[in-house]
């Protein structure tokens, strides 16, 4: 009696699709996962075909973070929720002043989606990986009957290591300290709500999905100890971002609107599809919090960087026992940025 | 102007649902993450508000691990998707050898959810982390629109810590070693099925889903850098573990039917079920294989832990180029343990 070794013949990636028993524990779970995962992040902890990875030690203080990825389309200009779900996952990581080092990925998915779907979202999430350098080092599939699901979903989780001289945190925003942004707002939500709304512009809208702990690393060599806190603005945009942190800080916010950067077709796609840029989600900005006197040399340092060179000074941290973040607006007015009570825009990560 | 400070009024946890708005990334969302998960969960880590938690540094190598939960029902003999995603995820640590240490969690549910339910799940996760003592330390919250999920799905991550003199990999099983296994085989599984089926038995089969981390403690401390290899055989059961062991070590198994431990009911509701208990997912249950000279010895640590009180030795690892798992049947026959090929129970963790 002979019997050939398994996992031999190629999943059929073209024309296939995902089936319940993909997600069996058996052989057509293992070569699923051999053929499309390992294929696409490529690395000896995956390799070794254990459900843990064992990693080397890491020398500091360990941060650890995980998000959910259900956006939709999966598919989007700038990007897709593969390389979305490495992005937003090291932001948090790095938001937090520490360096990613490990992700893990856990995957479910519908019944009947396309290999050929599939396989491009884990070469996305493995180019991000290796363009970031954080390994994905451990991960799960499961498969959920057809219309118990909306194609996949994925969740990553990710590790990383602080530097001792670093402790962010959103309760540190102090009265005085200067408020920074890395860049133009909007992006990532208005690129999303773009493709569902089939809208055309002149100039295409990309989602600013990226990693930022390259910036952050220079942010901190230039700034260090002066930095209080930082926060990447996702859902809820930086109106949220802002709120958060006055409420955790018990400080109010007073921000300049001509000084926050909104790309001119960000503003023009927002007024169309009735929406606010400081409402919308961005998935590689963030928001700084740091002493005054620290603020220009930060600047500087983020507008250094290729991911900060559109960065600004929007304004300043006050005392406010109702924690309002009040906006100076264009024409000598103002304006209390409130928490958003309602959805406006679901599924944008 | 006054404005009352957010997050004040309780949410209607008896009557209320999950909406879009719960992961908005604005104050219901802050809400429902304060009176459901940060009240379940409890500690100084979540209260934080960050995007991700601090930890003290790990003295040793890192073992990282992620597993997404999709089971059906929520709610089951023995547990519920809330402690099974906790005890799966501290057990993929375990079988590393590694003692978990930390855990996140990603919520992804469906609108129109109760919160009664996500409060129950909540609830019992929160129970199963202080239990074991492996603290849940960030998390995140998805909603997707009624019929794109299936009540809840929830993807946990963990770190654990590496003791030095382990190393523990699923190609290190070596002709002569033996193998053994923690208890019965096949509980969770039945349990699962008998709740969908509806089927009632005289004497309730119960999940045996629990942590393992402390039994593999005992397992360390007795019988050390003797242990090549740990599985906790989930899904496709003690079937898929060994055949993976198997392939990835290319050796084969020599195991005898009469020494795997399986419960009379668990037999019974198999057979009217067509099913086989030797590919039925447990959630609490591990193979182990060590040099045989070491397994006396670590058959009676297993045994003096109130998890592997019935642990039994069931066979040996052989050299075989086909790297099959055969096995002697009670009446002195044999049969080829082959991999299971299609789905038998989709959805059981």
Not at 103 to 130: C, K, T, V, W, Y
Not at 203 to 213: G, K, M, R, T, Y
Not at 288 to 306: D, N, S, W
Request: aromatic fraction near 6%; glycine fraction near 12%; include cysteine.
């Amino acid at each position: 009696m002979n019997r050939a070794k398994p996992i031999r013949r190629k999943l059929d990636i073209k024309n296939g699709r995902v089936e319940l028993s993909h997600g069996s524990g058996g052989r057509a779970m293992a070569q699923l996962i051999n053929d499309i995962f390992h294929a696409a992040f490529d690395n000896d902890w995956l390799r070794s075909n254990n459900d843990q990875a064992s990693l080397d030690a890491l020398p500091g203080r360990l941060v650890m973070t995980t998000d959910g990825y259900v956006v939709s389309p999966l598919f989007f200009p700038g990007g897709d929720i593969g390389s979305l779900s490495v992005h937003g996952t090291i932001n948090d990581i790095a938001m937090g002043g520490a360096t990613p080092k490990y992700l893990s990925a856990s995957f479910i998915i519908e019944e009947g989606f396309p290999f050929a779907d599939l396989e491009r979202i884990a070469q996305s999430m493995g180019e991000a990986s290796r363009a970031a350098g954080v390994p994905i080092v451990t991960g799960d599939t499961k498969v959920v009957e057809r219309g118990k699901a909306d194609g996949v979903f994925i969740s990553t989780a990710g590790v990383g290591v602080l530097p001792e001289e670093i402790s962010l945190s959103s309760d540190k925003a102090r009265p005085g300290d200067a408020v920074l942004v890395s860049g133009s707002m909007g992006d990532h939500g208005v690129a999303i709500m773009s493709r569902r709304e089939n809208l055309q512009f002149d100039v295409e809208i990309l989602s600013d999905s990226a990693p930022l702990h390259g910036l952050v690393a220079d942010m901190i060599a230039a700034a260090g100890g002066s930095l209080r806190v930082m926060r990447d603005p996702t859902r809820g945009g930086l109106a949220a971002a802002l709120n958060e942190i006055a409420l955790q800080s018990d400080v109010g916010f007073a921000i300049e609107e001509a000084l926050i950067p909104v790309k001119p077709q960000v503003a023009a796609a927002c007024e169309f599809l009735g929406l606010d840029p400081l409402y919308v989600a961005n998935e590689g900005k963030l928001v700084a919090i740091c002493e005054a006197q620290a603020a220009e040399t930060l600047l500087a340092a983020m507008r250094a960087h290729p991911l900060g060179k559109n960065a600004s000074m929007i304004g300043h941290v006050v005392e406010d026992e109702n924690n309002f973040v009040e906006m100076k607006t264009g024409f000598g007015g103002g304006r209390i940025v409130d928490w958003l009570s309602g959805e406006q825009l679901p599924r944008i990560c």
